[in-house]
């Protein structure tokens, strides 16, 4: 518990590559860390796929028809206690999550996931805490996830875990896994919560239950049946999902609504999350920028280059590299490349084919640093991705490369940005049925028609009226 475990990635110096598959975990950053670098000889231009790789695919129906017979023998078992929690709380009468008639002393929120979505769940810890200003409020998250929320005012509480151990096997049998499970399960009945809100997924939902708490919200699809005394309808039943594509609802909206219904109120301003950062690390920021050669007069734009989960979600590196020319040698800002050690290959790509100079911190920074960059940037151009969603809650402004994600599930909420789509017809296409982004007709032509000269163009409006405020 509150461990880091080794990233499997292995990255072979050429500037071909793929993706094939390793087991399953979060990374340094909170990602999906499902693959690893490796050469290969059919890609395109871009650095996209020309050819799937078939016996990867027989591997895929493999471990899929597998997970899918284990899942549905756990969801049966979970099912069975789900009845006996049921059965427990029959005939027993909960007063409504309301302020007046529900004053909780300490509220758990559980949210096990990326970068990303844990920033978009701080609304909801912002929304309970104004609800019930009196309320420690503790958060369970990845412990690579967690750093981001370091220094938010909201949280009494930081507790760590990561059930992804529990994928292989093996992990049954290595005692370190049952005595990091139990201490979790100690610290969090020590804690004697009165409300567990759980986010997302099923683990999620059976750790709200382990907290003990006699209440529990959370989407009654999303986890087993019986696990939550306050269940939301929605979502996909069968894929721990608590939001469904044909809702058109954004991820934001379905965590505040987990909010509301334990009893807060919410207003507009309620959608866009906030990152805090203390003045210690601003300053270390700014001193890792002007030791990298930061020139205080210039605008200073981010550019994340990398997103995981998925090759299609990457704009191609050509166009990478040229947009990063246009803005330092046409448009007189200062570059700043952001991203993790496991981000390194795609930048180095980039970099090899850029004429310009840029600031590269690429792995040279934490999370609560590259908030405190992100604030200092004046603009951050990305495509879907973690950093994405920290760029709006510090407030920056926002340019989104959009292809195979629906922005309008997931986008970023902030008013000062905006997301660039191509429009083509099978755009988008990622369904988050546990899959990755990947182009099935290995074009990736949706990322391949926003072209660099259209996010320059973009870039120098919203540089421009920065620049008046």
């Avoid at 069975?80 to 929120?109: C, D, E, Q, S």
């Avoid at 769940?121 to 420690?136: F, G, I, Q």
């Avoid at 807060?264 to 700014?286: F, G, H």
């Avoid at 990736?444 to 405020?469: G, H």
Wanted: glycine share 8%.
């Amino acid at each position: 518990m509150g461990t880091h475990r080794k990233e499997s990635w292995r990255f072979l110096p050429s500037h071909k590559w793929r993706w094939v598959p390793t087991p399953r975990f979060y990374g340094s950053q909170g990602k999906c860390m499902s693959y690893r670098e490796e050469q290969l000889s059919n890609v395109d231009d871009y650095g996209y796929p020309l050819a799937p790789d078939v016996s990867w695919q027989r591997r895929k129906r493999i471990i899929h028809t597998s997970r899918s017979i284990v899942g549905k023998i756990i969801y049966l078992l979970m099912s069975i206690i789900g009845g006996f929690l049921w059965l427990g709380r029959r005939g027993k009468r909960y007063p409504p999550l309301t302020p007046a008639t529900f004053h909780p002393r300490r509220i758990l929120v559980i949210r096990l996931d990326l970068i990303g979505d844990l920033v978009l769940s701080l609304t909801v810890v912002r929304a309970l805490k104004r609800t019930y200003p009196e309320a420690e409020i503790d958060l369970l998250a990845l412990p690579a996830s967690a750093r981001v929320a370091s220094y938010d005012p909201n949280l009494s509480e930081i507790i760590t875990y990561d059930p992804n151990i529990w994928r292989r096997p093996k992990a049954l049998l290595q005692p370190k896994n049952w005595r990091e499970a139990i201490s979790l399960w100690r610290r969090l009945r020590a804690r004697h919560y009165d409300l567990a809100v759980s986010v997302y997924a099923n683990w999620a939902a059976v750790l709200a239950v382990l907290s003990g708490a006699p209440r529990r919200v959370g989407y009654g699809r999303e986890g087993y049946p019986g696990f939550m005394t306050d269940s939301l309808p929605g979502g996909i039943p069968g894929r721990w999902r608590h939001w469904a594509p044909l809702d058109n609802k954004h991820e934001v909206d379905y965590c505040l609504a987990l909010a509301q219904a334990a009893g807060a109120t919410l207003t507009a301003e309620d959608r866009i999350p906030r990152l805090y950062v203390d003045e210690k690390t601003r300053q270390e920021t700014e001193q890792l920028l002007l030791q990298h050669g930061l020139q205080p007069h210039k605008p200073l734009i981010a550019c994340h280059i990398n997103s995981n989960n998925g090759q299609s979600k990457r704009w191609p590196i050509p166009h990478w590299a040229t947009l990063i020319d246009h803005l330092i040698r046409q448009g007189g800002a200062q570059v700043v490349l952001t991203g993790a050690p496991v981000d390194m290959p795609q930048i180095e790509q980039v970099t090899r084919r850029m004429h310009e100079q840029a600031i590269n911190l690429a792995g040279k920074t934490s999370l609560t640093q590259l908030a405190a960059l992100l604030q200092r940037a004046d603009l951050l151009i990305s495509g879907d991705s973690g950093p994405l969603h920290m760029g709006v809650a510090c407030g920056t402004p926002i340019i989104g490369i959009y292809g195979p994600t629906n922005p309008s599930l997931g986008g970023p909420v902030s008013p000062d940005a905006t997301v660039l789509r191509s429009g083509i017809w099978c755009s988008p296409c990622y369904n988050a049925k546990d899959t990755t982004a990947d182009c099935r007709y290995f074009t990736t032509q949706c990322m391949k028609n926003i072209l660099p000269l259209q996010v320059f163009q973009i870039a120098q409006t919203k540089l421009k009226s920065n620049v008046n405020i």
